[in-house]
């Protein structure tokens, strides 16, 4: 079984930055698209920022220009820096990755973990 393995987040001061990294465990040949999500207490879901396999980035309004992602194809790891961080961005950041390709099979509509990230003013 594949699963995403989310590392990252904790807590910071308002205008310093953090990583998250979300990587598949296993034998992976290609991952499709990976998001980032985040959801606030007492808030819906929201996309914070995706990636294609063919580097096709998208962000949400809030995020532009402080948050980047990016992948590593060797590593199959997708990182997400975030940087000039605000109180506003504390959640908990999920990673999904829509379709994989493993030595054990494809898989589709993968979660990772949930990950606290904390930005005090």
């Known amino acids: 079984q594949v699963q995403l393995v989310v590392s990252g987040g904790g807590v910071v001061q308002a205008g310093e930055s953090l990583r998250l990294s979300c990587a598949p465990s296993?034998?992976?040949?290609?991952?499709?698209?990976t998001t980032w999500y985040r959801q606030a207490p007492g808030n819906q879901r929201e996309l914070v920022a995706s990636?294609?396999?063919?580097?096709?980035?998208k962000y949400t309004d809030s995020v532009k220009g402080r948050f980047t992602i990016s992948r590593d194809n060797a590593k199959n790891t997708v990182y997400l820096e975030m940087s000039s961080l605000k109180p506003e961005d504390t959640a908990v950041y999920y990673c999904h990755v829509d379709r994989l390709w493993s030595g054990y099979g494809t898989f589709e509509d993968l979660w990772g973990q949930g990950t606290q990230v904390t930005v005090s003013s």
């Open positions: 990636i294609t396999n063919h580097d096709v980035t």
């Open positions: 296993g034998f992976i040949f290609t991952v499709n698209s």
